[in-house]
T-cell receptor, first 110, second 113 residues
C-alpha cells in the first residue's frame, strides 16, 4: 500500500465551480500537510501548509485535514482558468522525508 | 521569497555520458533534495543532504551520485547516462527543523538519446 494515495483525475470543471481535491494516507504519524500547484513544464509551487488537524484558508483556497480519517482536502472556490494545473499533496513526519501524492490534473474551462 | 535555481531547463545528452545537474538556493537552507518526476509515478527521491558535505540515499539512488561542497549548491551526477534516466529532475530545499516545507526549482527536463 502506498503511503499517500491521490486520484490522478483528470478533473475538468467550468469556471466559477468549487473544486475539491483529496488525498488519503496510511501513516498516522504524519503531522505536516502541504498542497503544491504545478503548472506544465514548471516545478511544484507551495500553495498551502498546515499542521495537524483542522482548516486553513488563504483567499479562494481552503485546506482541510482530518487525521481521524487520514484524509486531506483542498477546496478551490470560484475556480479560474489560471487554476488549471496539477495539484500535489504532500505530508511528513518531523525530521523525516516527505511523501507526495502522484498529483491530480485540473482543467478549468472558461 | 525562496528561490531555487536549476542551471538548465532542458538538456539532451547521449548514453554513456557523465551528466551534471546543478541546483542553487538563496535562502541559506540546510536541507536539499533531488527528485525525479515521471508520469504516473510521481516524485521519487534520489538523494538528499542535511548539510554541507553530507548526503543520504533516497529511494532510487542507483546510477546517481551527488555533491554538496557549499551550503547553497547541490549537484546531481549521472555517472554514465542511460535512456531510462530520461526524466524531469527537480531540486528542492528547506529549512531544518519541524515540518518545514520544501521549495522547488523549475526542474530540468533531461533527455538521454
Amino acid at each position: 500500500q502506498k503511503e499517500v494515495e491521490q486520484d490522478p483525475g483528470p478533473l475538468s470543471v467550468p469556471e466559477g465551480a468549487i473544486v475539491s481535491l483529496n488525498c488519503t494516507y496510511s501513516n498516522s504519524a504524519f503531522q505536516y500537510f502541504m498542497w503544491y500547484r504545478q503548472y506544465s513544464r514548471k516545478g511544484p509551487e507551495l500553495l498551502m501548509y498546515t499542521y495537524s488537524s483542522g482548516n486553513k484558508e488563504d483567499g479562494r483556497f481552503t485546506a482541510q485535514v482530518d487525521k481521524s480519517s487520514k484524509y486531506i482536502s483542498l477546496f478551490i472556490r470560484d475556480s479560474q482558468p489560471s487554476d488549471s494545473a496539477t495539484y500535489l499533496c504532500a505530508m511528513s513526519v518531523p525530521g523525516n522525508q516527505f511523501y507526495f501524492g502522484t498529483g491530480t490534473s485540473l482543467t478549468v474551462i472558461p | 521569497d525562496v528561490k531555487v535555481t536549476q542551471s538548465s531547463r532542458y538538456l539532451v545528452k547521449r548514453t554513456g555520458e557523465k551528466v551534471f545537474l546543478e541546483c542553487v538556493q538563496d535562502m541559506d537552507h540546510e536541507n536539499m533534495f533531488w527528485y525525479r518526476q515521471d508520469p504516473g509515478l510521481g516524485l521519487r527521491l534520489i538523494y538528499f543532504s542535511y548539510d554541507v558535505k553530507m548526503k543520504e540515499k533516497g529511494d532510487i539512488p542507483e546510477g546517481y551520485s551527488v555533491s554538496r561542497e557549499k551550503k547553497e549548491r547541490f549537484s546531481l551526477i549521472l555517472e554514465s547516462a542511460s535512456t531510462n534516466q530520461t526524466s524531469m529532475y527537480l531540486c528542492a530545499s528547506r529549512n531544518r527543523g519541524g515540518g518545514q516545507p520544501q521549495h522547488f526549482g523549475d526542474g530540468t527536463r533531461l533527455s538521454i538519446l
